[in-house]
């Protein structure tokens, strides 16, 4: 059982907009910052969301992060076959004092 | 711009060790903290260890603790994990990763390319 929950698929169509939630509890997301990486086949991740809701520069603002409570959602907007990739939610645990990454959720572009 | 590169990977049987480097460029490495994350095959990203900008704070995942020691030289801009006792389950990519602060808990905001440990008899 992962700490972070993450679904492991999800799926829309190009223009359509996404959501890929994240589910923690209050000694991760509850209590720390959360954060979103994009991981496309056979690359390194990259920083997509960090502190909740906030954009690296060169992210556009398809991507936007929101986190209530012990959990967290990344939202797309206006998919495109680019965004096709792996999605991970991730956070610091104060209890376990380690970070944590969701289960990742594999996003196809149909 | 900021550059990671890992380096040292390879095959090793269990039981063995191996240490992995990671060399810096692009930032001032001596203010931040530094992380290596790991990606079995086909499988997501699992934290492996943290240490903070002058190595004054470490944290390991339970997966290594005991095992695994993250250690930095920052004269030589480099990060390094010393890997003992190697089991079958750490193979994986292993990339070193860029904290947002000094220490532990900022997030990853630039990753290196990865290097590849493949434990196996």
């Known amino acids: 059982q992962s700490v972070l929950t993450q679904p492991p698929s999800a799926s829309g169509t190009p223009g359509q907009r996404v959501t890929i939630s994240c589910s923690g509890s209050?000694?991760?997301?509850?209590?720390?910052?959360l954060y979103w990486y994009q991981q496309l086949p056979g690359t390194a991740p990259k920083l997509l969301i960090y502190t909740n809701n906030q954009r690296p520069s060169g992210v556009p603002d398809r991507f936007s992060g929101s986190k209530s409570g012990t959990s967290a959602s990344l939202a797309i907007s206006g998919l495109r076959s680019e965004d096709e990739a792996d999605y991970y939610c991730a956070a610091w645990d104060d209890s376990l004092s380690a970070w944590f990454f969701g289960g990742g959720t594999k996003l196809t572009v149909l | 711009q900021v550059q990671l590169v890992e380096s040292g990977g390879g095959v090793v049987q269990p039981g063995r060790s191996l240490r992995l480097s990671c060399a810096a460029s692009g930032f001032t490495f001596s203010s931040y903290g530094i992380h290596w994350v790991r990606q079995a095959p086909g499988k997501g990203l699992e934290w492996v260890a943290v240490?903070?900008?002058?190595?004054?704070?470490?944290y390991y995942a339970d997966s290594v603790k005991g095992r695994f020691t993250i250690s930095r030289d920052n004269s030589k801009n480099t990060l390094y994990l010393q890997m003992n006792s190697l089991r079958i389950e750490d193979t994986a990519v292993y990339y070193c990763?860029?904290?947002?602060?000094?220490?532990?808990?900022?997030?990853?905001?630039?990753w290196g390319q990865g290097t590849l440990v493949t434990v196996s008899s």
């Open positions: 209050s000694s991760n997301i509850g209590s720390n910052y």
């Open positions: 990763a860029k904290d947002r602060n000094s220490g532990w808990y900022g997030g990853f905001d630039s």
């Open positions: 240490t903070s900008y002058d190595g004054g704070n470490k």
